[in-house]
């Protein structure tokens, strides 16, 4: 099959179409919390920015989607859009039911092309990080068991909005003439850099001064760098492994962390090499 065509579109649109879960928030199994899964969840200071991230995409996608010439494309963009409005409705559900007090504002981005691209880059960076700490939180009980499995399905979605995406901006790009690896090598870089700017950007606006989240990091304090990237590409590979194998999967941020990996692996290596010969030297 070949990047750019026909059978390209149809394959990854429908694949992302036919991949949705009808559900509504309100009627989920949300589960009666205990007083501590209350406190740590209280404590997690990111509620407010997650809501307006998920407000603004349901809101830019579903006009991106209505300018789009293409039927297809425009409905898989407009379902993409009603997922990330799902996803909105599942945060303040989760917020009204166990005193969260997340707020929103009203949505403020723009639903211009470069908006969706941006996200999209951005979803490939949060989602691989988001897969790996979900699978940690769920394997340290954080909150119980029966919450997030009502949470789940988030991240089988976003799995399939980063594939959805890949392939789609390999599409574009193709039918625009961009098909060799270096021309989509540039902007692709670009697009991470922009993600990793606008990530970091959040993680500085978020307030960590609550006392609570000593509870927070207190469950989480055995976890190494190691451990957690090793969480993240496992975890990665394993919903990727869902997909039709004709499809792009996102590529650039599971490798880089291979590399971080690899590299301290090295490092552990020939640190214990270096611990070997002092103990030689000593005997
Ligand atoms: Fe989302
Ligand atoms: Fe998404």
Redesign the pocket.
């Known amino acids: 099959m070949r990047i750019g065509s026909d059978e390209h579109k149809e394959l990854f649109c429908r694949a992302f179409m036919d991949a949705h879960l009808p559900y509504e928030p309100k009627d989920l199994p949300w589960p009666e919390l205990d007083p501590r899964s209350l406190e740590i969840l209280r404590a997690v200071p990111v509620w407010n920015m997650a809501l307006q991230v998920e407000v603004n ?1 349901g809101a830019m996608l579903d006009t991106f989607a209505k300018s789009q010439p293409d039927p297809l494309i425009r409905e898989a963009l407009a379902l ?1 859009g009603y ?2 409005a799902r996803h909105g409705r599942m945060l303040e559900e989760l917020s009204s039911r166990y005193g969260l007090g997340a707020q929103k504002e009203p949505p403020s981005l723009a639903p211009t092309r470069q908006a969706f691209v941006t996200f999209g880059y951005n ?1 490939c960076l949060d989602s691989f990080f988001g897969f790996g700490v979900f699978k940690i939180a769920r394997d340290v009980k954080f909150v119980p068991d029966a919450l997030t499995s009502v949470f789940a399905r988030v991240l089988v ?2 799995a399939n ?1 980063i594939v959805f995406f890949v392939n789609w901006i390999s599409y574009e790009r193709a039918r625009r003439g961009f098909t060799s690896p270096w021309l989509q090598a540039v902007p692709t870089t670009i697009g991470y850099i922009r993600a990793l700017r606008k990530t970091m950007g959040r993680a500085g606006q978020t307030n960590t001064a609550d006392k609570g989240l000593t509870a927070v990091g207190d469950i989480f304090s055995g976890l190494t760098l190691q451990s957690f990237l090793q969480a993240c590409l496992s975890e990665n590979d394993r919903y990727m492994a869902a997909f039709d194998p004709r499809l792009l999967r996102p590529r650039v941020i599971p490798a880089l962390a291979r590399f971080v990996l690899g590299v301290a692996h090295f490092g552990a290596s020939l640190g214990l090499g270096q611990a070997r010969k002092d103990d030689v030297a000593r005997s």
């Open positions: 995409a993409q997922e990330e979803e979605e976003e909005h």
